[in-house]
């Protein structure tokens, strides 16, 4: 196998995990599609920065710092909707040569420490925002830009991926059984 | 055996500002005889800009430069010291110094970062730095700057747009046209190589960022001995003084060199320029007095007093200056 | 326990866990995670303590990765992946490679050669190389496989290409060294010009040779050689040479800075796409689905690799390893070598920029001491961050290309082709060490 598809098992069929995987899907798709769009007007708001500058000598206010945001949403909510479809990018070819175990055993390793890992980054981040929600705490610039929102989206975003994660684990785990099962 | 405390720094590891901090590092081996040190980190690997004073109010260092600019919400009282166009090293760090462990507001401040202050750090005056000479406000209209916060503002009001770009792309920026000049600081001119790609230096002094420098996570100072705390003071406190005296030496040494050349690369100098400096400086006042307004109604109550202390600080610093002269002066 | 025995066990753990298959985010991040914890809880001064040591892991996990991603200067990475996904599916890039195939048909391995063509001149308008790799990758892989070249061949000469990214100018890393060693930028770029072409040269000269031992990994395509059909393949290419143009011109004329471009290049191709109906909105859509989708693989390694930077800035190992090298009165050659091994073996790991942050205080004291020159070992260091970006087992560059292609072609492959081109790189790196007039006699004319 020259794959590192680590993503989502396919779930024996009947498992109750399916609901909760087609259900979460969904999310991720819509999450995949925002940070699309948010990309798209990052494009458009640098060229609209330039054309601006350029053509009537006015700035956009604070287009850098918007920019910066912006990549926030880009990168994390798409995480989730990855490690379901293809996975995180991994190194195979150590396992691919010993007994299906270790593979198995890695697998199921990784997703229980990225789900400890990335639920920690998630819940360390939501757990700053009511404090700067209460504070109201902004970024310094000419818009006055709140800073909850980009804990809130960076949460959501790295909150979906532990939560797949996890799922990924669970599933693992199934597919070891039933597998081992099968092989008896 | 020296307890080393952590000190993450997110700038390079050279230049004045650098220099300083390891001064500091000697000096506190050296009246500690060898009981503390400094284990120093630079370049941002520890601490970021972004995430310093949150490090070190969580122990992620045990000291560590900080700006509060860059993070919303926290060490507010220490932005105050940025609203005034104090161009002078010495008098502006002091007044700040004095602020900051004198004010009941700041201490309060840094108490809630679970931080304690214990030096300042400055930019120095910041002058503008472009391709072609700006010395009239009819020069400056629809020029493009690369200016930020109440500096940028500043440049606005007189007709100049102000472009927002990180330090690292203004060279590139410089070099080719995209932006036909930048607020700039001596250091920053030196350090960023500024000098190659734009020749001409208008000396506008605006205000320097006075808010910024050096704080210490409250667990550590309290692990100290007494009088570790005392030493420690003194040296924040000497710091602060050295940098100033060092910030003030390096600006001149370093206009002298760029006025002599470096490379070939001499810099022209726009003296004079009285009419733009105060346009420009009002502007940036009242860009911060404005800052200041929304801060009171967020709830830094004290905000009134705070200015009053710095500007009596000021006040005291300068008179003591135009009597004295710098306390430096007098030992070199 | 000694913070740098934690910094040397931590690069092990992370190889057991790649071994193991643990993906590469979370193995980096994990052990970043995990060293920090230890560090914090034995501090020589306290008893051992867990629970005072999760404050400052806690706001590092907090702080750093949102800190990261909330960045203006790397939006360059995802927009240039998209500018890559936009011009796959508006055509222009199969055009592009027909045209290559119509007049290189009868160049040994012609398509990997424009290949690294390509990426050098993607490297004149990118300051990071790992957006010349994104863009390029998307790009030049899929063609070239689709002409039946071998895996290795196809995704190790756009990983290598990509490379120059950061070598020839503008570069970002350039700009970081200058200001901590404080050299002249200018001259730093102009020393970059010679190495720059010497590599992409040597990357050429490898291709030559490898089609010439195994003829099967590049076939030559049918050729037809009416000049009126080369004419004609040539004629479809203008909408990428417009883009191109509109680019680097606009750079270079003052328009806008490098880091600008990326956003600029995504719309021009928009607008050029639409004008041309060569791009309906479920293209676009397409376009915009993989660009994030391969942004996010990358920035989940990104942030880990970020963690990793925190972790050993913690260790303090590189200040070590740098503390040995500089007290052991060796000769300059010596000293020179292992600072060479110093950064192939933190470039296993770390990222380029990480790196530089890292060692740059603690190396050029060593090397001012021996008196070496401050730009030329600009051009060393930078040449070498660059080797670090395709060597196993954290290569940034061949994970692009590797978020690219999905499951048609490992990562072990990748690595295995990058590593023929690598030693091309080595005879470079030996050609530099030993003759500095390569990297000096142009900024010296300044
Ligand atoms: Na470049
Ligand atoms: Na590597």
């Given amino acids: ?184 | 055996q020296t307890r080393e405390l952590r000190y993450a720094d997110f700038g390079p590891d050279r230049g004045t500002r650098a220099d300083a901090i390891k001064w500091m590092d000697s000096e506190l081996r050296a009246r500690s005889d060898g009981a503390l040190g400094l284990n120093i980190t630079w370049g941002g690997t520890l601490l970021g800009a972004k995430n310093a004073i949150e490090g070190a109010g969580n122990g992620v260092a045990d000291m560590a430069s900080v700006v509060p600019v860059y993070e919303p919400g926290k060490l507010s009282a220490w932005r105050v010291s940025d609203i005034r166009p104090v161009s002078d090293e010495y008098i502006g760090m002091m007044a700040t110094y004095d602020l900051m462990t004198q004010s009941d507001a700041a201490k309060a401040d840094f108490e809630a970062q679970n931080v304690r202050f214990v030096a300042n750090f400055t930019t120095g005056p910041s002058q503008l730095l472009s391709r072609e000479p700006i010395t009239t406000l009819d020069e400056l209209k629809g020029k493009k700057i690369r200016a930020t916060g109440n500096f940028g503002k500043a440049f606005e009001e007189n007709g100049a747009a102000a472009v927002s770009m990180s330090q690292p792309d203004v060279y590139q920026a410089l070099s080719t046209g995209t932006i036909d000049g930048t607020a700039s600081y001596a250091y920053v001119i030196n350090s960023y190589k500024q000098y190659e790609v734009a020749s001409n230096l208008t000396t506008i002094n605006m205000g320097q960022n006075l808010g910024w420098g050096i704080v210490i996570n409250n667990r550590v100072w309290a692990s100290l001995k007494p009088e570790q705390q005392e030493l420690l003071t003194q040296l924040g406190r000497d710091t602060t003084l050295y940098l100033a005296q060092k910030m003030y030496e390096s600006r001149t040494t370093i206009m002298q060199k760029l006025r002599d050349g470096i490379d070939g690369n001499t810099i022209v100098e726009h003296e004079g320029a009285e009419a733009l400096s105060k346009s420009l400086n009002d502007a940036a006042e009242k860009a911060g007095l404005d800052w200041l307004a929304r801060e009171k109604e967020q709830g830094l109550s004290e905000a009134d007093a705070l200015l009053a202390a710095f500007d009596a600080a000021v006040e005291k610093y300068t008179a003591e200056r135009d009597a004295n002269g710098y306390p430096w002066a007098g030992s070199n | 326990m000694d913070p740098h025995l934690v910094g040397y066990l931590g690069f092990a753990a992370v190889f057991v866990l790649l071994a193991l298959r643990v993906p590469i985010a979370i193995s980096l991040g994990s052990v970043a995670a995990g060293g920090m914890l230890l560090i914090y809880a034995w501090q020589p001064w306290m008893p051992f303590s867990l629970e005072a040591a999760w404050a400052p892991v806690s706001a590092l996990l907090a702080s750093t990765p949102v800190d990261f991603v909330n960045s203006y200067a790397l939006s360059t990475v995802p927009l240039f992946i998209f500018i890559g996904h936009l011009a796959f599916q508006a055509g222009f890039t199969t055009d592009i490679y027909a045209a290559a195939r119509v007049w290189l048909a009868r160049l040994p391995g012609g398509l990997a050669i424009a290949s690294i063509v390509g990426c050098g001149g993607f490297s004149a308008i990118s300051g990071s190389s790992v957006a010349c790799a994104a863009a390029m990758g998307r790009i030049a892989v899929p063609e070239m496989l689709q002409s039946r070249y071998s895996k290795a061949m196809a995704s190790g000469s756009v990983a290598i290409g990509g490379t120059l990214g950061s070598l020839i100018p503008p570069s970002i890393l350039f700009i970081i060294f200058g200001v901590f060693a404080e050299q002249s930028i200018a001259k730093l770029f102009l020393a970059a010009a010679v190495p720059g072409i010497l590599s992409l040269v040597g990357y050429i000269v490898v291709v030559m040779i490898w089609v010439r031992l195994r003829p099967e990994d590049a076939p030559r395509t049918a050729t037809d050689g009416l000049s009126e059909k080369r004419m004609e393949a040539l004629g479809r290419c203008w909408p990428i040479v417009l883009l191109f143009a509109v680019i680097i011109g606009g750079i270079y004329m003052g328009a806008f800075t490098p880091t600008e471009a990326a956003g600029v290049g995504a719309v021009a191709t928009l607008i050029l796409g639409g004008v041309l109906r060569r791009l309906s909105f479920a293209k676009i859509a397409e376009a915009l689905r993989e660009a994030v989708t391969q942004t996010a693989q990358l920035f989940a390694i990104a942030i880990a690799g970020k963690l990793f930077v925190n972790f050993i800035a913690l260790s303090t190992i590189a200040a070590q390893l740098t503390d040995w090298i500089g007290h052991a009165e060796l000769s300059v050659v010596l000293v020179m070598a292992l600072i060479c091994i110093l950064y192939v073996v933190l470039g296993m790991m770390l990222d380029p920029l990480g790196i530089i942050l890292l060692t740059l205080p603690v190396t050029l004291p060593v090397v001012e001491a021996y008196g070496l020159d401050l730009i030329w070992y600009g051009i060393i260091v930078v040449k070498l961050l660059e080797i670090g970006l395709v060597t196993p087992p954290i290569g940034l560059n061949v994970f692009v290309i590797k978020s690219i292609v999905g499951d048609t072609i490992s990562l072990e492959k990748i690595f295995k082709g990058v590593s023929v081109f690598l030693i091309s790189d080595v005879v470079v790196m030996i050609l530099l060490l030993t003759f500095p007039i390569l990297s000096l006699y142009l900024p010296s004319l300044l």
């Avoid at chain 1, 995990?17 to 458009?44: C, H, K, T, W």
């Avoid at chain 1, 054309?51 to 006015?58: F, T």
């Fill in chain 1, 1 to 184: 196998m020259s794959g590192s598809n680590d993503g989502m098992p396919s779930l024996p069929p009947g498992s109750g995990l399916g609901i909760l995987d087609r259900f979460l899907d969904r999310i991720e798709r819509a999450m995949s599609f925002v940070a699309g769009l948010v990309l798209l007007a990052m494009g458009i708001l640098i060229t609209a920065s330039v054309a601006a500058r350029e053509q009537i000598g006015v700035t956009i206010p604070d287009d850098i710092l918007l920019v910066g945001l912006s990549m926030v949403a880009v990168v994390c909510l798409p995480l989730s909707h990855v490690q379901r479809d293809r996975g995180q990018i991994s190194v195979t070819v150590i396992t691919d040569r010993l007994p299906w175990g270790y593979g198995a055993c890695g697998r199921i390793l990784g997703h229980v420490i990225g789900t400890l890992l990335f639920g920690a980054i998630a819940w360390l981040t939501v757990a700053s925002v009511p404090q700067a929600f209460a504070q109201n705490h902004y970024y310094d610039g000419q818009l006055l830009i709140p800073v909850w929102p980009v804990k809130v989206v960076f949460g959501i975003g790295m909150g979906l991926f532990a939560i797949r994660l996890a799922l990924c684990a669970v599933g693992d785990v199934i597919v070891c059984l039933t597998s081992r099962g099968a092989e008896k």
